[in-house]
């Protein structure tokens, strides 16, 4: 059943068989002496369409599969909290296949209930998002682990400008055996650790399962995630959209279900740590390749200095190190770059203003003539130190002075080479999307 706050006017009765039970009540008795705050709304009975002055405040949004024991506490906890602070609003059941009864539990309580056929935490949640008719969306498991009943913070944030709000569970507090202790001092803490030095975001629970937003801002998030990780993509790409984000404390509970959770400590921490690196590229790549060159262009300029000559084993072993730190170094930036520009494409993380000023300076020419350009010195240089072995007669050649000449030679070409392929390989993605896309949109 759907929940919608509607004022009683005069001009007609609601069918009583479309109120959630304990509401008749309550309205029975008091002979509509003052407004009817809610009306249930069962859609497989009654197809109202939705209009602008029908809009809703607030939606309370819960994802679930197969939580029979828990689910109807969870709708009437949240439908009186909307009847408490006068709120119009509804609670939404967002089932992911349950069959032990939780659509028809949470249906009888009063909630609107959705099928999401695509499996996944993240994907129960998109659905519900979609679905929601709130211009606020409070989102929250089922499992009766957070308390729907108090959601004033939430709502008073969301009103004061906030696009998005996380619940804080070590500010609000975790009863005993609420949280593994592997979550509550390592996995929850570190994570959320790399979350705030990625995203430059001062979040202290960066996966704390009850948040509230704006529908509408983050629909425009384009989320993607099916899985868990979810809820670290919805933080991240808040973060890099820069909308305003807000933090409440909000207490944990054991939660009711009486089985194992669906969440995996080390495959869905796994998950989580997986996806803010490769969705922050410049830790996982770019700022590591960017002090390998560093490293390799300082070491082979102090290398190139006058030796002497009980120390040229050593130099030309550390020569050819920092030599390998450089091609190591250019591979990881570029790499940052591509993974960058894929997550674009893709829709995975939205542009950044560097890129979209640095494209002309990014485009296929440009990198062919870079790659080309330096592959052309490291060349010229070899055919240098050939043509000084040849005036020389072809003779015996000091393996350390050779090498010290041809090691920073051989280097360039090795990134050079690199520089094309990469390029090359960048355009070959841009190709492959711009023909998808076109297709699509055949």
């Known amino acids: 059943m759907g929940l919608r706050r509607h004022r009683h006017d005069g001009h007609g009765e609601v069918p009583a068989g479309l109120l959630p039970r304990r509401l008749i009540s309550m309205h029975a008795a008091e002979g509509a002496a003052r407004p ?29 599969l197969n939580e029979a024991k828990t689910v109807a506490a969870c709708v009437e906890a949240a439908l009186g909290f909307l009847e408490r602070a006068g709120i119009r609003g509804e609670v939404v059941v967002a089932d992911n296949g349950s069959t032990d009864g939780s659509r028809e539990l949470a249906r009888s309580a009063g909630a609107r209930v959705i099928a ?24 929250g498991d089922a499992d009766c682990s957070y308390d729907f009943s108090n959601l004033d913070a939430f709502v008073e944030q969301l009103r004061g400008g906030a696009r998005l709000v996380m619940g ?17 001092y390592l996995g929850n ?17 960066f996966h704390c399962g009850i948040r509230g937003f704006h529908q509408e801002s983050v629909a425009a998030l384009g989320l993607v995630s099916n899985g868990m990780e979810f809820a670290s993509e919805m933080v991240a790409k808040a ?28 495959r869905d921490g796994w998950r989580h740590l997986k996806f803010l690196l490769l969705f922050c590229p410049r830790w996982l790549f770019l700022y ?12 082979m300029g102090v290398l190139q200095r006058p030796w002497s000559s009980d120390a040229h084993d050593l130099r030309i072993h550390t020569m050819l190190y920092m030599a390998g730190a450089m091609v190591l170094g250019v591979q990881l930036v570029q790499l940052a770059v591509l993974t960058k520009w894929l997550g674009v494409l893709s829709g995975i993380v939205p542009q950044p203003p560097w890129l979209r000023r640095a494209q002309p300076a990014l485009s296929l020419e440009a990198g062919l003539l870079l790659g080309a350009g330096l592959f052309a010195i490291g060349l010229i240089w070899s055919v240098g130190l050939v043509q000084q072995w040849g005036r020389s007669g072809f003779g015996p050649l000091a393996p350390t002075e050779g090498m010290r000449a041809a090691i920073p030679a051989v280097t360039l070409m090795i990134i050079g080479m690199q520089a094309v392929a990469g390029t090359l390989f960048a355009g070959a993605i841009e190709l492959a999307w711009r023909t998808g896309r076109q297709k699509r949109h055949a």
């Open 288 to 299: 590591p390749g960017v002090m390998l060159v560093l490293a390799g262009v300082v070491g």
């Open 36 to 64: 009817l705050l809610f009306t249930g709304i069962a859609t497989q009975d009654v197809a109202a369409p939705f209009r602008a002055q029908d809009a809703l405040e607030l939606t309370i949004l819960m994802p679930c």
């Open 239 to 266: 973060a890099l959209a820069g909308i305003s984000i807000a933090e409440v404390p909000t207490t944990l509970k054991p939660d009711g279900r009486g089985r194992p959770p669906h969440l995996r400590t080390w």
């Open 168 to 184: 804080n569970r070590f500010r609000g507090g975790i009863a005993e055996g609420a949280m593994p202790l592997l979550h509550r």
């Open 189 to 205: 803490p570190v994570l959320s650790f790399i979350g705030r030095l990625f995203f430059r975001t001062d979040i202290g629970d």
């Open 116 to 139: 999401v056929p695509d499996r996944g935490y993240g994907a129960a949640l998109k659905g519900g998002i979609e679905a929601a008719r709130g211009a606020y969306v409070i989102m």
